[in-house]
């Protein structure tokens, strides 16, 4: 065994990462870094245990933004030909499904793109967002501001609350269900590299220094 192999197992067993030649962490060990340090689990039970309730939270919350907009707008009595949007003409039932696919996506990319550090998907989701915002806003804006709009205030309001809940539910559901994917990624990554984090957020008690002095 090399001198920089059997110092790279001394810093995994002591809990610490091992760091390459440059002092650059390696690729998968610098992304399992990042995930601890956003997500701060307390010992590997608790990734265990952090993985399952965001995947169940997440997977429950999108399942019912999906039951939202199956029972207060697919299956409602919305005249669709009213309120079409400006972007793209979508009428608000599929104006609804837009929002929920573009906060769906805007999320998946901002939560690996933040851990993974590229700018360019994070730039894509900004645009997803803004243009979900829009779609959200639209109906209450149209009733309000514009003359010849063919909503009125109760209407535009309750459409506006509904693409409002659809966007906040799975932006929060995707963020979630992205987060347990990267749990699950580094539960499978400390047990193939055999790493414990857990004596880091352990606190370091100092022996106390006796006095010699004489009385």
């Known amino acids: 065994m090399s001198d920089a192999d059997a110092l790279l197992e001394e810093e995994t067993s002591l809990g610490l990462p091992p760091v390459a030649d440059g002092g650059e962490l390696p690729l998968d060990w610098e992304f399992a870094e990042r995930i601890l340090k956003r997500l701060n689990p307390r010992n590997q039970q608790d990734v265990y245990d952090m993985a399952a309730r965001d995947s169940k939270n997440g997977g429950m919350l999108i399942t019912l933004m999906v039951v939202v907009w199956w029972l207060f ?94 966007w906040g539910g799975t932006t929060y559901g995707s963020n979630l269900i992205v987060n347990a994917l990267l749990l699950k990624w580094l539960i499978r990554f400390l047990d193939s590299n055999d790493y414990d984090f857990s004596e880091r957020n352990e606190p370091v008690h100092r022996p106390i220094p006796s006095s010699t002095g004489d009385d």
């Open 73 to 166: 707008i697919g299956g409602t009595n919305d005249d669709l030909s009213e309120g079409i949007s400006v972007f793209f003409s979508l009428n608000f039932e599929q104006a609804a499904l837009a929002v929920m696919v573009l906060s769906l996506i805007s999320a998946l990319l901002t939560e690996f793109s933040r851990d993974m550090g590229k700018i360019l998907p994070s730039t894509a989701a900004g645009g997803m967002l803004i243009l979900a915002g829009l779609y959200v806003a639209e109906p209450l804006v149209a009733a309000l501001f514009l003359s010849d709009a063919d909503l009125d205030m109760q209407l535009g309001l309750w459409r506006t609350l509904r693409l409002g809940l659809l």
